[in-house]
């Protein structure tokens, strides 16, 4: 099963309606959900907000199997015995249990051959974390570490892949991605999510990391930067910035689209007005 994008030009939008109500806020500002709000708001409003459902894509499924599969290994297998055997024991553990009950999984109704093509792919991006960085030189303190911090009025959260202790005792953040690396002019932007780990880090730990570091496992590619007191500034910032805009939205209802080619993956334009829906047509 795969998802593909429509060529169509993307349309204009010239007049949005604003609902005839005001909208709840977000319990939480996370990344994704800033990435999400700047992109469209009419498509953030529609998944954060209201929750609509969305399609699964195997992509989705595949990272977070990979993901799983990488935080097994690093909690079960102890320092110098990490190698792609593990890793492959653990893959097959982490889909075993998605097997068990993940609902993304159950619905793609995958056939047993399409299940094992999902499984060989997946095993081909974990290859490929081995090509990029040696698993044994690795001091995790924290997988899967789910942090929150109250900031100026708004409660950030964020949930960090791996938090190491580097050798001379400082902590880097590592996030790994399974889908295409940036180009050279979209890194600074892609960083903008762990920059926001290393504040809360920064925020709860007492420690700023030293780095962050996006590891693209299908392009066997390492994007890092090093916090500073500017680059942890503007994350502050453009989170408080972003936070009042949503609240302004909510209270408003007004949601604007932005049409874009990432249109044509978008869930929700059966009820965009770019492609003629109407926002607050029944669901």
């Known amino acids: 099963m795969t998802l593909t994008a429509s060529s169509a030009p993307v349309p204009a939008v010239s007049a949005v309606p604003a609902t005839s109500r005001p909208l709840d806020l977000p319990g939480t500002l ?11 708001a009419l498509a953030f409003r529609f998944s954060v907000i209201e929750k609509l459902p969305e399609p699964p894509s195997v992509p989705a499924v595949r990272g977070t199997l990979v993901h799983r599969a990488l935080q097994l290994m690093f909690t079960y297998v102890d320092q110098g015995r990490r190698d792609r055997r593990s890793a492959e024991r653990y893959l097959l ?16 109704e995958l056939t047993i051959e399409e299940r094992e093509t999902l499984l060989r792919h ?29 900031m100026d009025g708004l409660l950030l959260r964020g949930i960090i892949d791996r938090l190491d202790v580097l ?7 590592v996030d790994y991605k399974t889908g295409r690396s940036p180009r050279a002019e979209q890194a600074k932007s892609r960083l903008s999510g762990v920059q926001l780990y290393a504040l809360l880090c920064e925020g709860i730990l007492g420690q700023r990391p030293a780095a962050v570091r996006l590891l693209y496992l299908r392009d066997r590619c390492v994007v890092s930067a090093e ?11 453009r989170a408080t910035a972003v936070w009042k805009a949503i ?13 874009s080619l990432l249109c044509g993956w978008c869930a929700f334009r059966r009820y965009c007005p770019a492609f003629g829906g109407v926002p607050d047509a029944p669901r």
């Open 247 to 259: 609240e302004r939205a909510c209270a408003e209802g007004d949601f604007r689209p932005n049409p």
């Open 30 to 40: 996370t990344p994704s959900k800033i990435s999400a709000f700047t992109s469209c």
């Open 122 to 150: 997946a095993g081909i991006l974990l290859d490929r974390y081995f090509e990029i960085e040696d698993p044994n030189a690795v001091r995790p303190v924290g997988l899967e570490l789910d942090l929150q911090l109250e």
């Open 167 to 173: 050798p001379d005792g400082r902590l880097a953040v």
């Open 227 to 237: 916090p500073n007191d500017m680059s942890m500034r503007g994350v502050r910032q």
């Open 93 to 108: 553990a982490a889909f075993e249990e998605m097997s068990d009950g993940d609902a993304e999984l159950a619905a793609l």
